[in-house]
Nanobody
Framework: QVQLVESGGGLVQAGGSLRLSCAASGSISSISTVGWHRQAPGKQRELVASITSAGLGNYADSVKGRFTISRDNAKNTLYLQMNSLKPEDTAVYYC?????????WGQGTQVTVSS
């Protein structure tokens, strides 16, 4: 089992920044790709960014150039630096980890961007 706990969400004005963190615990060995997804009210959950164990990042077009994903394997923590935030970035952000083909999710953290 893998447990994921997100933090760092909050309310920010448009153009501002936030950094999300996701702390992993439990059986964290062999975790491969980790990433961030988000779900806005009335919309499907979507991929924001992911990063492989080798450090290769992948981003949704809507966040390229504004968001940066990183992972600190020594601290078992995943980060999402979000800059130049827009109201359309408002959503619940979830951390996801893949291990042996199984997906593990955190409980989510709310990000609200005011205009």
């Amino acid at each position: 089992q893998v447990q994921l706990v997100e933090s760092g969400g909050g309310l920010v004005q448009a153009g501002g920044s936030l950094r999300l963190s996701c702390a992993a615990s439990g059986s964290i060995s062999s975790i491969s790709t980790v990433g961030w997804h988000r779900q806005a009210p009335g919309k499907q959950r979507e991929l924001v960014a992911s990063i492989t164990s080798a450090g290769l990042g992948n981003y949704a077009d809507s966040v390229k150039g504004r968001f940066t994903i990183s992972r600190d394997n020594a601290k078992n923590t995943l980060y999402l630096q979000m800059n130049s935030l827009k109201p359309e970035d408002t959503a619940v952000y979830y951390c996801k980890a893949m291990k042996w083909g199984r997906a593990y999710w955190g409980q989510g953290t709310q990000v609200t961007v005011s205009s």
